[in-house]
């Protein structure tokens, strides 16, 4: 029997380039997952460098890497400088996040987070997490909900969406992905219908997960650990992420407010290394489907604060 695939990394030799590995250096991978990118930068260490990699999910402690070079984080990357105190790490290198999700997620039938099976409706990436995607259909207000389905979804049809759920939860309590499905049925484009379920049940799981909040104090996070000169290098997937990292590598804030000195210089502690975002080839997507949204931001501390 085959042995199903966890993850395959996307944009990988991209990565591997853009972090400009130090032979001797510390490294810190935020999204271990399957291990593919962690393995990556192992192979470009000496003796004396070091990897630590960040992982909230359980199940991908079963990848763990046996090295001694190599330190698993079993924790949410937003207590990043927490962990690397911990460690005795003041600074590194160079941070690596790849912020899709795993294809082992999306086909575990029993958490949630695919509308291709009926089941309940978890998306909880730290199993011990308490919120789950059913208690937010269950006790969200249908502003709040339609709020979540526009900002996260992207979805025209968030209100409609948010009301038919609303309604549907005074007769019942909506516990699976197939129940969901259902009920939002009458609402979806059928000609998009895929994208917009996708949509739909992104919106859920970055809600379940706190994605959003949990990938600024990241960021924040990880500016201050790098060193003069070291690498930040961050793979996105939808808008969202992609407009957060876009804003931070430009103006040293998530929000994109943009800071001048007395002489209009722009007061960031980043410098873009790709000013154009880099993407997939056409035979890496061929190859890894999932990879086809990926956008790659690279950028670089400066030598002076």
Do not use: W
């Amino acid at each position: 029997m085959q042995t199903p695939v966890y993850h395959i990394p996307a944009l990988f030799e991209e990565c591997m380039s853009g972090l400009e590995i130090k032979p001797d250096g510390k490294y810190i991978d935020v999204t271990f997952g399957g291990g593919g990118h962690s393995r990556g930068i192992l192979q470009h260490l000496g003796e004396t460098g070091h990897l630590y990699s960040f992982d909230q999910d359980e199940d991908a402690q079963r990848n763990i890497i046996e090295d001694e070079r190599f330190t698993f984080v079993y924790s949410n990357f937003k207590y990043l400088k927490n962990f690397m105190h911990y460690h005795g790490v003041e600074a590194v290198d160079g941070i690596l996040a790849d912020l899709g999700v795993s294809f082992h997620h999306f086909d575990d039938e029993e958490r949630g987070f695919s509308f291709r099976f009926d089941a309940p409706l978890d998306m909880r990436m730290n199993k011990q997490a308490s919120l789950t995607a059913a208690e937010i259909l269950a006790g969200y207000s249908e502003e709040r909900l339609a709020q979540l389905f526009s900002l996260y979804g992207e979805l025209r049809n968030a209100r409609r969406i948010a009301a038919a759920i609303v309604s549907a939860r005074s007769k019942g309590t909506i516990r699976t992905t197939g129940e969901l499905l259902e009920l939002v049925s009458p609402f979806i484009n059928r000609k998009q219908e895929k994208k917009e379920l996708a949509q739909l049940f992104q919106a859920l799981r970055i809600e379940v997960n706190n994605e959003m909040d949990s990938l600024r104090a990241m960021l924040r996070q990880a500016v201050e650990l790098l060193k003069p000169g070291g690498r930040l290098v961050v793979i996105t997937y939808h808008s969202l992420e992609d407009r957060i990292v876009k804003n931070f590598i430009k103006t040293g804030n998530v929000e994109g407010t943009v800071e001048k000195d007395f002489f209009g210089r722009v007061q960031t502690p980043l410098r873009a290394v790709n000013n154009k975002v880099i993407v997939p080839t056409e035979e890496e997507v061929e190859r890894n489907p999932r990879a086809r949204s990926a956008k790659l931001r690279i950028a670089e501390k400066g030598t002076m604060e």
